[in-house]
């Protein structure tokens, strides 16, 4: 039986135990106190760094609740002195890639020591390149031309612990299957994986199974 959901209102500043003073203040920035139903319900299970799969319809809010924890994930590494690549989100379509990534500036801009870059089709590989061999903690991506740059020995993910799959039930609309496949495969088994979409369907529940944890904290705020 479906327990009903109540409207939770929680304010951003509920997390300040999870979630970095200079993070807080760029949400702040742009104007946002209260969190949406998505975000209230994944940000304390994702900063703690559990498996997040979370269905949400359009315009819900879910950009945040993947990129704040990303963001975390990079403070937490430099704190650590891990150094490098750590975390890699995946879009469907260059248009979505680059509206994530301008977000994700907003969202660093106080922090002045996270790096991060944008690594679509139809922009030059040389320079995507040149990027990605400085280590630059996040990559915002499209499946195909990451994996293209997962192929040369410039980009190293070999520290990547946080993998976020944004739209994934667009990822296989658009024909992207065998690239996340081979992707996945790639990357370090030891990692956080978070799935965002719209919708449900069988091929995000096999991925699911096959990319992520036992354990995964399902979230659905579309179902009442
Ligand atoms: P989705 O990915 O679920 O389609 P987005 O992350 O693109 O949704 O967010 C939809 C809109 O809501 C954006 O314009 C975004 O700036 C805004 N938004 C995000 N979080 C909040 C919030 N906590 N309060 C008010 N507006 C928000
Ligand atoms: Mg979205």
Request: hydrophobic share 40%.
């Amino acid at each position: 039986m479906a327990e009903e959901r109540v409207h939770l209102r929680k304010k951003f500043k509920f997390l300040k135990d999870q979630v970095s003073a200079s993070t807080l203040e760029a949400v702040k920035g742009m104007g946002f106190k209260i969190m949406t139903d998505i975000q209230a319900e994944v940000l304390p299970a994702a900063l703690d760094g559990l498996d997040v799969v979370a269905t949400a319809k359009t315009g819900s809010g879910k950009t945040l609740a993947f990129l704040i924890p990303a963001v975390e994930t990079v403070v937490k590494c430099l704190e650590k002195q891990i150094q490098g690549t750590v975390c890699i989100i995946i879009s469907p379509t260059r248009e979505l890639a680059i509206q994530t990534y301008s977000v994700l500036q907003e969202l660093v801009a106080h922090h002045g020591n996270i790096t991060s870059a944008l690594v679509i089709g139809g922009e030059s590989r040389k320079k995507q390149s040149a990027e990605l061999s400085t280590g630059v903690h996040i990559v915002v991506s499209t499946p195909g031309r990451l994996f293209d740059h997962m192929r040369t020995k410039e980009f190293d993910y070999r520290n990547v612990c946080c993998l976020v799959l944004d739209e994934a039930d667009k990822i296989f609309q658009y024909g992207f299957e065998e690239d996340l496949k081979q992707i996945i495969n790639r990357l370090p088994k030891h990692r956080q994986t978070m799935l965002f979409s719209a919708t449900q369907s069988e091929r995000t529940d096999a991925l699911v199974k096959s990319a992520m944890k036992e354990k995964v904290h399902n979230i659905n705020t579309d179902e009442d």
